[in-house]
C-alpha cells in the first residue's frame, strides 16, 4: 500500500495540530522526520519509527492509534499488482510473511480493512520482534530459503541478502535515491537478484522461480 497511515491518519493530525500550534504542518512533519533520523543514527531502529513517542519527544500534543478506517479511503492506495500477487502466491501454497518497519498498531487497521490479514503466515513488525530493517534478526523466526519483495534497496534488498534470501527490487525507472535511513554499515553497493518495474511483473517472475525450482518454497 501507498502508505495509509500517512495518507489518512498522520497527514490530517499534523494539520490539526499545527492549526493548533499556529505553524505549517510540514514544519510539524519535517521536525518529526529529524527525530526520527536522530534516533535512527544513535542505533535506536526501532524507536525511529514509534511515531506517538516521536510526538511526545518534541513536545506535540498526544498522538493517538488511527481508528479504524472505511475500506473505501484504503483501497485507492493499494499499488498496482499487489492483490493479483497476493493472491497468486496465497493460492500457490507459499507461506507469506509481510515485514514492515511500521509498528502493528499502526498497519494493522489498514489490513483489516482490506481483509489481506488472512494472507499471511506472519505480519512482522518493529515492535513485536524488537528490530527493524534492514537488521537481519528481523527476520530470524522465518523458515529460509523464501525470497524477500520490497521497494527499498538500502531496507529491503540488504535485508533479503543478510539473511541470503533472494531479493526481488521494485524500482522505476530511473530508480529512487535513498539517503534517509541508512545503515552505516551497508555496502558501497547493493545488487538485487532481480530488478521489477512493478508488482504486477513479480507474478510471471516468481511463477518461472518456482517452476525452475531455483529455490525451495
Same mark, same amino acid.
Given at each position: ?13 499534523? #494539520? ?11 514544519? +510539524? ?11 535512527? =543514527? ?54 507469506? #510473511? +509481510? ?18 490479514? @488472512? +494472507? ?39 535485508? #533479503? ?21 541508512? @545503515? ?22 516468481? @511463477?518461472? +522461480?518456482?517452476? #525452475?525450482?531455483?529455490? =525451495?518454497?
Amino acid at each position: 500500500m501507498n502508505n495509509p497511515y500517512w495518507h489518512l491518519f498522520l497527514r490530517p493530525w499534523l #494539520a490539526v495540530e499545527a492549526k493548533r500550534q499556529g505553524t505549517d504542518p510540514l514544519a +510539524l512533519y519535517e521536525a518529526l522526520n529529524r527525530e526520527g533520523e536522530a534516533r535512527w =543514527r544513535r542505533g535506536r531502529w526501532v524507536e525511529s519509527f514509534d511515531w506517538p513517542d516521536m510526538a511526545k519527544a518534541i513536545g506535540l500534543s498526544p498522538l493517538p492509534d488511527p481508528p479504524a478506517p472505511d475500506p473505501a479511503a484504503v483501497r485507492p492506495l493499494v499499488k498496482d499488482g499487489a492483490v493479483a500477487l497476493l493472491h497468486a502466491l496465497h493460492h500457490s501454497g507459499a507461506s507469506l #510473511a +509481510l515485514v514492515t518497519n511500521g509498528f502493528s498498531r499502526f498497519q494493522t487497521p489498514y489490513l483489516q480493512a482490506l481483509g489481506w490479514t @488472512d +494472507l499471511f503466515h506472519r505480519i512482522i513488525t518493529p515492535d513485536v520482534v524488537g528490530y527493524a530493517k534492514p537488521d537481519p534478526r528481523m527476520l530470524e523466526h522465518c523458515d529460509p530459503g523464501l525470497v524477500h519483495i520490497g521497494d527499498r534497496l538500502t531496507h529491503d534488498v540488504l535485508l #533479503a541478502l543478510r539473511t541470503h534470501r533472494r531479493a526481488i527490487w521494485i524500482a522505476a525507472d530511473p530508480p529512487p535515491v535513498e539517503r534517509d535511513r541508512i @545503515d552505516r554499515l551497508m555496502p558501497a553497493h547493493i545488487q538485487a537478484d532481480f530488478r521489477v518495474a512493478s508488482l504486477a511483473a513479480c507474478v510471471p517472475l516468481l @511463477d518461472r +522461480l518456482f517452476r #525452475a525450482r531455483t529455490f =525451495r518454497l
